[in-house]
């Protein structure tokens, strides 16, 4: 055979293999270790050596592409209606915040699986397991220095554990190419250039991650930060810049959202507006993990609780139940004639609890409010008050974790001083 022949049908092999891989590298979301424009350089430039580089070692076949255009959260000040679906054409939240895929809430487990980390001599987390679950928005409570900030960081990879392991979709946080488009976290508001404007920060994460401008606009107007995308971040108060944080943290249309105080510096609309986008992302399949000391929030938030104490696990269950499970309720009684009215109560039943309030009024637990009444009229023993009392989830919560809070407050000076 002709010698130019065969040359010519090399240079045709490998002419159509450099625009096989040119064109799989247009059409794939993500690319390991060099930039897209990268590659093509490569590719170009040693023929066909670049494309085989490229496909061997650049390309990512994992990744599920989401849905270009699908609803948005409500944007702020409006609340998702009763019955309404977020993002509903023609109803209040109309937007196009990206909706989890079904494959992405299938891999939206946040696995904490018997993590230990140590600081020295300090444990910060000891043998800590739960699993946080797709489809529902869950409370990371625990008191200061419990270890909450310390596992967020494990999960994030900012932290190395001692043993155990932290997972995020099945994989670890350092493996995930992309980590924005997979998982979404705030941990400080403050973190930010006081130079840059809102609209360049969210830019400059974006283009590293492979997001277009389009989106950056989106979450700027989902989180009511449009007016002010133009201002310099240095200028801005401690709520518009945790906005700015969870803007940051939805532009990728992650699946896994982990939040650490999201609340601090919100008014109260900003806090009404979190809460309801919070609920709407997990009513789509999204994973939330939300840390926070604000329990009256948490009450209404979170549908799971994953409560710790010096590292260790002291609660992992539903909301309701744990509230059911571990609150405390009682009945507060005031009569004039309280001593003779408390001797009737425990006489009555042997499970009937009275506790001396320090204004004269008995703490009656064990007995219903409707009863109490009955066996004074009985008695001719005249009540002045009567009132049903039910613990929040924040006395729960301090009855749960007494024994674990390491710093307390309360004591005089006397007191805190050994000797004395």
């Not at 979170?302 to 571990?326: H, S, W, Y």
Request: with cysteine; net charge neutral.
């Amino acid at each position: 055979m002709d010698r130019s022949v065969v040359l010519v049908a090399i240079a045709v092999v490998a002419v159509a293999f450099e625009a096989f891989c040119l064109l799989d590298l247009y059409r794939v979301r993500e690319v390991r270790y060099l930039p897209k424009w990268a590659w093509a350089g490569i590719s170009l430039i040693s023929i066909p050596l670049g494309g085989v580089v490229y496909l061997g070692v650049g390309a990512v076949r994992d990744v599920a592409t989401p849905d270009p255009r699908p609803p948005r959260p409500p944007a702020p000040g409006q609340p998702v209606q009763h019955g309404q679906q977020p993002g509903q054409p023609g109803q209040p939240g109309q937007g196009r915040a990206p909706r989890a895929t079904a494959r992405d809430r299938g891999s939206g487990v946040i696995e904490v699986d018997r993590l230990t980390k140590r600081f020295g001599t300090v444990t910060a987390l000891d043998d800590l397991s739960f699993t946080v679950e797709p489809g529902r928005v869950t409370g990371f409570l625990g008191p200061n220095g419990a270890g909450k900030s310390t596992t967020i960081r494990v999960i994030l990879g900012l932290d190395a554990p001692t043993s155990g392991r932290a997972l995020v979709g099945g994989r670890r946080y350092g493996e995930i190419v992309r980590p924005l488009l997979h998982v979404g976290s705030l941990l400080d508001a403050g973190a930010l250039h006081p130079g840059r404007s809102a609209r360049c920060h969210l830019w400059s994460v974006a283009r590293s991650n492979g997001v277009g401008r389009r989106r950056v606009s989106e979450v700027l107007e989902l989180t009511g930060m449009e007016a002010v995308a133009s201002r310099r971040v240095g200028t801005f108060s401690l709520g518009m810049r945790q906005r700015l944080g969870i803007a940051l943290a939805l532009l990728g249309d992650p699946s896994i959202l982990i939040f650490d105080e999201p609340v601090n510096g919100l008014d109260p609309e900003g806090v009404r507006w979190l809460r309801e986008l919070l609920k709407s992302l997990a009513a789509e399949g999204r994973t939330a993990l939300v840390s926070s000391h604000l329990m009256s929030e948490m009450a209404v938030t979170a549908d799971q609780l994953v409560i710790i104490g010096r590292g260790k696990l002291l609660a992992d269950t539903p909301t309701e139940r744990f509230m059911r499970d571990n609150a405390r309720s009682d009945v507060l009684v005031g009569s004039p004639e309280a001593g003779t009215l408390a001797q009737l109560l425990t006489a009555r039943r042997a499970s009937v609890s009275v506790t001396a309030e320090g204004d004269g009024r008995l703490a009656v637990t064990g007995m219903t409010a409707p009863a109490i009444a009955d066996l004074a009229a009985e008695h001719r023993i005249p009540v002045h008050e009567l009132t049903p009392r039910h613990a929040s989830l924040e006395q729960a919560y301090l009855d749960l974790t007494e024994a674990t809070v390491d710093y307390r407050t309360g004591a005089t000076a006397d007191e805190e001083m050994p000797g004395r």
